[in-house]
């Protein structure tokens, strides 16, 4: 059963970073998309970032605006996601995510296959 599990989430003020985490379980995870997304309280699921499978190809939401950078080691299974300059309104629980599609790369939640637990992140101002 493939498990991800993420971590690195807290509380930081207005301005400061935080990197998350996710760890997978999978032996295939080298050949997996993978994606962050986050849903803040009342609102629904979206998009934040996605890196291919070599960490070749990413891809942000608009509001991100350079601040995230999502990486990946295959060798530890392991991909992340770097938040500089947080905001009051990136406040969220964050997920990460990972498709067997390996040629997607892209926002769609629903071609997703496995879904972390999530971390909460909270930006206070």
């Known amino acids: 059963q493939v498990q991800l599990v993420e971590s690195g989430g807290g509380l930081v003020q207005a301005g400061g970073s935080l990197r998350l985490s996710c760890a997978a379980s999978?032996?295939?995870?080298?050949?997996?998309?993978m994606g962050w997304f986050r849903q803040a309280p009342g609102k629904e699921r979206e998009f934040v970032a996605v890196?291919?499978?070599?960490?070749?190809?990413?891809d942000y939401a608009d509001f991100v605006e350079g601040r995230f950078t999502a990486s990946r080691d295959n060798a530890k299974n392991t991909v992340y996601l770097q938040m500089n300059s947080l905001k009051p309104e990136d406040t969220a629980v964050y997920y990460c995510?990972?498709?067997?599609?390996?040629?997607?790369?892209?926002?769609?939640?629903?071609?997703?296959?496995?879904w972390g637990q999530g971390t909460q992140v909270t930006v206070s101002a």
């Open positions: 995510a990972a498709t067997r599609r390996a040629s997607y790369v892209g926002s769609r939640p629903t071609l997703y296959d496995y």
């Open positions: 999978a032996r295939t995870f080298s050949s997996w998309t």
């Open positions: 890196i291919n499978w070599s960490g070749s190809s990413t």
